[in-house]
DNA sequence: GTGTCAACTTTACACGCTGTCAAGTTGATC
DNA sequence: GATCAACTTGACAGCGTGTAAAGTTGACAC
């Protein structure tokens, strides 16, 4: 308690992450900058550019929700239930990404760092995917005539932060309604009735 | 046949059609008039600006694809079948338009007008859904609890370019499993079993 | 007190892309 | 031979990102 104020860079990746959150329009350094209250050449004292101002944000992200604590009731589940709780963790996470993803995404054409880094962060929920699905077909429960890969290749179609977007930002759907239909949604995609 | 070659205006519609199509990175304007083989000035003389060029290319693509012969089968039809018919007819349609629709996605933040045209088609494409919901509804098959709007957020958000791009594109699903995919996965979603 | 150092500011500028402007060139038509 | 539309060439403003350089400030060392 030394000091009243975090460090400069944390006040800029928590400013970045509200700026993103609250405004659709791509917010420019400037914007940034302004918001965290210092100039906008201070943000290139901290980050080389804006692809790597975006990819902090998500890391600092991950770490304010403790992302691990988030998807513990996933790991512990087995069977349909694991799928039902990581699409659950999932989409419950999305609202606090969105802003950072949205982002990455709108900078994937033009910088190949941004789409690396967005390629990136897809994996690691693909990954959750894999293992959902592997539950799945560990019980016998994967729907027949579908590959496990192609099974998470539609979770992540399905489940993703475009779908979020769309539901929630754009026709108003409470967050938990999101959720539930997303559950159901995947249970029906990928397992047998 | 009095000239060989099309119109310069035409010329320039399906050269920049093509290059959406191909490329991923977004074909600047200097890109479309090497590929018209006219000089960037000279798009200027047909469009007023990129958002502009990019809505006519939509409307031309209509127009080479006789949208309502593709649409006929979807309107002939009644209950379930109709909401299929319409899932596989939009479906087969997205990779038609996928690379303007991208282009115009990724102009959208910069550029209101671009953001208005991308919604118009939307909502065109919301229209199709109205009526396909409309006729599920209508033959009592439609999921107990879910509202029709809901139903058509939800379709619209599960069949959307988003998707196609994730699992033809990135995940190199044939179209036709695509296909069959969305109309088995849109009926599950607004549909009794 | 003086010096030093890191963090930050201010000002300026290069680059890439869009869109505008003005002055040619060309080729068909009257 | 004049005219006109379509197109070219070249130049430039505006905007956002990223670079560069010189100046300010405050803490800390000695």
């Known amino acids: 308690m030394s000091s009243d104020l975090p460090d400069t860079r944390t006040r800029i990746l928590t400013a970045t992450w509200k700026i993103l959150e609250s405004r659709e329009n791509p917010a420019r350094m400037s914007d940034i900058a302004k918001a965290v209250g210092i100039s906008r050449q201070a943000l290139y004292l901290h980050f080389p550019n804006r692809a790597e101002l975006l990819v902090a944000v998500t890391r600092h992200i991950d770490e304010v929700n403790d992302i691990d ?26 609202p606090e990404v969105q802003g950072v993803a949205r ?82 949604l995947a249970r029906n995609a990928v397992c047998t009735r």
């Open 69 to 94: 604590a988030r998807l513990a009731p996933s790991r512990a589940a087995t069977g349909v239930a694991r799928l039902d709780a990581y699409v659950a963790a999932w989409s419950d996470y999305i």
């Open 103 to 184: 982002a990455l995404i709108a900078l994937q054409d033009r910088d190949a760092e941004a789409a690396r880094a967005w390629a990136g962060r897809l994996a690691a929920v693909r990954h959750g995917f894999e293992a959902a699905v592997q539950a799945v077909d560990d019980s016998g429960a994967l729907r027949p005539g579908l590959a496990p890969a192609q099974a998470v290749d539609l979770l992540c179609a399905l489940v993703s932060v475009e779908t979020w977007t769309r539901l929630v930002q754009e026709d108003g759907w409470p967050q938990d309604v999101f959720t539930a239909t997303m559950v159901r």
